[in-house]
């Protein structure tokens, strides 16, 4: 009788925990891998802490909860050719050995960025820009050496990366000013060349916007009209509390799917906290300065705002649940809240609350509700 009544107890207090949203470790097996294996891959982006082997607790959640990870930051360009001539692929290698080993789809990220890319990539010994002809080389030579080391290997890239504004014109990078709009072509052109089998993908944020939207797929169409292989579309998820609308964002899944190539929603995360003066982009560049008043929760998140975050979430996976024969993969962009790069940016030293698990790795209820609402799906 004590023990039914210890049991009767514990089971609605984690229900009265789950209500408030504030964490409960659910008692379910199956984790987000499991329940949505028919229906698309769900992956995570991981950090060198993780690919090392340090932080032991995320990787456990990334070995339970994801059959799919992405190169957070350990092959972009800065990181990879600091100097150039003088690759280095230690994290790499490393990533893609955690990749192999535990069965993942390894995405790699990102061959052609304007951001985190080192100065010497686009100058001369005397700081001027460098010729066509020299940025075609320098390009072809990064992508061939990165992507034909992991041939096989590395199952999808993201080749170009932001390379459009939300109005929809080119993004007037040092690749757009030396070369136009070509470089796209000629950046899907090496890394197929250095891995035939390899997928590959553009990868840009704000893809609800119309014009942005309108222009990834005009780009995506001229791209196979000239024979060139572009297999899908990522449309990085980095989301406010009402950026985008679930309308506009499923127009941007239906139009992207009507190009012929898959769909993909990466770097997901949801902020909480305010946007300072409005801002809805996810361009790294941008910075604002810290402000008491914009850093509401430091000591947790209310129960009210908890519980929004968790609609939202769930709102989302009810959209990419309904496009499931369009969308490939969905991967959210880091393990913890902790590790977020929504802490830092686009202000400097903020406390959010992003992601899919808290700051202690345990779920927060939204998994729960995920693998709830994949059970209710039926496929078609």
């Not at 790699?108 to 075609?136: C, M, R, T, Y």
């Not at 369009?326 to 929504?342: A, E, H, L, M, Y």
């Amino acid at each position: 009788m004590t023990n039914k009544r210890l049991f009767v107890t514990a089971f609605f207090g984690c229900i009265l925990v789950a209500t408030s949203f504030s964490g409960c470790k659910t008692n379910s097996k199956i984790g987000l891998k499991d329940a949505l294996a028919d229906k698309f891959l769900i992956g995570t982006a991981i950090n060198s802490e993780q690919i090392t082997g340090v932080d032991t607790g995320s990787i456990q959640v990334i070995k339970n909860q994801f059959n799919a990870i992405v190169a957070e930051n350990v092959m972009k360009s800065e990181v990879i050719q600091p100097v150039e001539g003088e690759f280095n692929f230690a994290l790499a290698d490393q990533f893609v050995e955690f990749g192999e080993k535990n069965n993942m789809y390894v995405t790699g990220h990102v061959l052609i960025w304007h951001s985190q890319a080192p100065k010497w990539f686009f100058v001369d010994e005397k700081g001027n820009n460098v010729s066509p002809e020299v940025l075609k080389q320098r390009m072809k030579t990064h992508i061939s050496t990165l992507v034909g080391r992991y041939k096989g290997r590395v199952k999808g890239w993201d080749v170009v990366n932001e390379a459009i504004e939300d109005n929809g014109a080119w993004r007037k990078s040092k690749f757009y000013e030396i070369l136009g709009e070509e470089y796209i072509r000629l950046a899907f052109q090496y890394a197929h060349e250095a891995d035939p089998k390899a997928e590959l993908y553009y990868n840009d944020f704000s893809m609800a916007h119309p014009g942005r939207r309108d222009a990834v797929v005009t780009m995506v169409n001229k791209l196979k009209q000239q024979g060139v292989k572009i297999d899908g579309i990522g449309m990085q998820g980095h989301m406010t509390m009402d950026f985008p609308t679930i309308d506009a964002y499923e127009k941007s899944i239906l139009a992207f799917a009507g190009t012929g190539v898959k769909v993909m929603i990466t770097e997901m995360d949801i902020t909480v906290l305010p946007s300072p003066n409005q801002y809805k982009g996810a361009d790294v560049g941008t910075k604002f300065e810290y402000d008491k008043k914009l850093n509401p929760y430091v000591d947790g998140l209310p129960d009210s705002v908890a519980t929004a975050l968790h609609n939202r979430y769930a709102d989302f996976f009810k959209l990419f649940l309904k496009h499931k024969d369009k969308i490939s993969r969905v991967t959210v962009w880091g393990v913890n809240d902790s590790q977020s790069w929504r802490n830092y940016w686009p202000i400097n030293g903020r406390t959010d609350y992003p992601l899919l698990f808290e700051r202690n790795n345990s779920p927060k209820p939204i998994v729960e509700t995920i693998i709830k609402m994949v059970n209710e799906t039926p496929n078609p």
